[in-house]
């Protein structure tokens, strides 16, 4: 008899009262007796009976005959298809909501009527069983199974598991077998063969956040064991694992083929990094790596690990709130740009809520070779004084959105030799409320070698946003955005864009925009705020700051327009960047059509 894949229970019970499932072999007259009397039954398939026992707070599951789980699934057992969700009765194949609301109310299983002889997956068998503490695993048979993926994940309360049982061989995938098993306190290996894990799902998440394993104790878990061979992923391992000292791999662990380490330290506690002479394979997946992570300093020799030319380190360091220091120097990038072929490094979220984050060594990166995404990269650092990019080449930075995002304690960012085609600041800067000056004329410099990127430069027509981009900057005295509007895009965006910048006094832009029709582009839906509180703001002929004049329509270069409309832009007349003579020309051209502007005041400068 099988488990009803689809049958939902529509008289849902409270499970509260249940701790206890016990999987029975009957006679049908004594089964159908029992469910009678039951105050709290339903029937899970064909002559598959479930009740309470009247007594105590056991629910039976009764048939006269072996009750199999599906030849090609398992997950019937826990909580993610069979008996609860939400402290109501579901049954299998309901799979509605995600998969963090569902949970187990029962404390022991005893599976001596539960036949898993054909199944080939077993994966998720028990998963979040949230207060499963006991398994008489009598009649399990994994003889068939080639997957046991998930088969105890988020069994919180289990302390120990009867490994005689498990014996599978012909499967590969031990993936989060006994991921998030808080109370796990041992586990032998010794009579549980893994030898045949392969690919991503062999062992990632194997004993992830198992956070009550000795893992230094070979009584509590033998790493000898494990073998990694031929596995592609161990990503999550050693997630949210207490080292009791130095985070380390287990010598026997051969990493040729594994390129996904995602999350491998995630809210792991230890006291430093000791991974010896391992060297990660190339273009391994290394983000969350160090997810929250406990240590106060990483020097270029912890991190000698790292593979050439690692580029997926999204959130490497995310959270870790007691960094405070990070040399990345070591870091080697060897990549040299063959037919416009450049490597995507992914810098995004790197050190994002590393607090006490002071000082950052970045690697060396050869010239004109990478795209660099620096989104969020250093967001919500808030001791952080100075940042350098000296050393990472002349190279294409791709995104700067919230990079340095309260950042309350910067005082300088040197952008050196980078070059960004894309041209969006959205809230880049916001909050840096010690910054005095923002140097951004070489990081938006026209550069020929972009002729050959064309998709990241001249034909990006997307919308360039300025929104919030300097909000905050209540020390910033001037800024200079000449370079900024070299290139042409459909639509600015300029939410709240200098709110609160009341010290600044100049914002410099080119002539040229008079050439791109240059029109701001506001959501009349928003709050259109963008010089709110500028104080000390004036224009380039004159036109001061007034509080009722706080909009886009005043982000128009002042002094140029035929009936006295002023603005607070400063216009640089001597601009010559992207634009050559013959764009002057062009320019000129333009001008000679628009009766709107001062025609005296232009032509004296652009013939």
């Known amino acids: 008899f099988y488990f009803d894949n689809s049958n939902y229970i529509s008289n849902r019970s409270n499970m509260n009262s249940i701790t206890n499932i016990e999987f029975v072999l009957l006679d049908l007259d004594v089964i159908q007796k029992l469910y009678n009397n039951s105050s709290f039954k339903f029937m899970i398939g064909d002559n598959i009976y479930a009740f309470k026992d009247i007594d105590n707070g056991t629910l039976y599951v009764a048939s006269d005959g072996a009750i199999k789980t599906d030849i090609n699934s398992g997950s019937v057992l826990g909580s993610y298809y069979v008996f609860s969700k939400d402290n109501n009765l579901y049954s299998r194949g309901n799979d509605s909501g995600s998969a963090g609301t569902y949970h187990s109310y029962f404390e022991r299983m005893y599976l001596k009527n539960f036949d898993t002889s054909g199944s080939k997956s077993l994966s998720s068998l028990f998963a979040y069983a949230l207060r499963l503490e006991h398994i008489d695993f009598e009649s399990l048979d994994l003889s068939s199974a080639t997957s046991l993926w998930g088969m105890f994940r988020n069994c919180a309360s289990l302390e120990h598991v009867d490994e005689y049982f498990l014996n599978a061989p012909a499967c590969t995938e031990f993936g989060a077998m006994f991921y998030c098993c808080f109370d796990l306190n041992d586990l032998d290996l010794s009579m549980f063969d893994v030898s045949k894990a392969s690919g991503d799902y062999g062992l990632n998440g194997f004993i992830g956040y198992c956070s009550s394993l000795d893992i230094t104790d070979p009584n509590s878990i033998d790493f000898s064991f494990i073998d990694t061979s031929n596995v592609t992923s161990l990503n999550a391992f050693f997630a949210g694992i207490d080292f009791n000292g130095p985070a380390f791999i287990p010598d026997n662990f051969v990493l040729s083929n594994v390129n996904n380490y995602r999350g491998f330290l995630a809210y792991a506690d230890y006291t430093s990094i000791d991974f010896g ?257 500028c104080y000390d703001l004036v224009g380039s002929s004159g036109t001061k700051y007034n509080s009722s004049n706080v909009g886009c329509d005043m982000f128009r270069m002042d002094g140029i327009y035929a009936d006295g409309r002023g603005g607070y832009l400063t216009v640089d007349w001597n601009y010559n960047n992207l634009y050559n003579s013959q764009s002057r020309i062009n320019c000129y051209k333009v001008v000679n059509n628009l009766c709107d502007f001062n025609f005296v005041a232009i032509y004296n400068y652009i013939i």
């Open 277 to 533: 002479d391992v060297v990660l394979k190339n273009d391994s997946v290394l983000d969350y790596f160090f997810y929250y992570s406990p240590l106060e300093r990483f020097t270029k020799e912890d991190l000698s690990f790292m593979p050439v030319n690692a580029s997926k380190l999204s959130h490497m360091f995310y959270g870790s709130d007691d960094l405070e220091y990070v040399d990345l120097s070591g870091m080697v990038y060897t990549h040299v740009n063959t037919s416009s072929d450049l490597l995507i490094i992914n810098f995004e979220y790197l050190f994002y809520m590393c607090d006490n984050l002071q000082e950052v060594v970045f690697p060396t990166f050869a010239d004109q070779s990478y795209l660099l995404n620096f989104k969020y990269i250093l967001s919500n650092c808030s001791l952080l004084t100075k940042v350098s990019f000296r050393d990472m080449g002349r190279n294409y930075v791709t995104s700067l959105s919230y990079a340095f995002n309260n950042d309350t304690s910067l005082l300088d960012i040197d952008f050196a030799n980078l070059v960004s085609p894309v041209h969006s600041l959205s809230s880049t800067f916001k909050n840096c409320s010690n910054l005095e000056n923002i140097d951004l004329g070489k990081l938006f410099r026209f550069d020929n070698d972009y002729n050959n990127y064309s998709s990241l430069y001249n034909s990006y027509s997307g919308n360039v946003s300025l929104d919030f981009s300097f909000f905050g900057c209540n020390k910033l005295r001037s800024l200079d955005l000449r370079n900024f509007f070299s290139n042409t895009s459909t639509n600015y965006l300029f939410q709240n864009t200098f709110y609160n910048c009341n010290k600044i006094t100049t914002i410099i832009v080119p002539y040229t925009l008079i050439c791109d029709n240059f029109i701001p582009y506001i959501d009349d839906s928003l709050n259109n705020m963008i010089f709110n509180k």
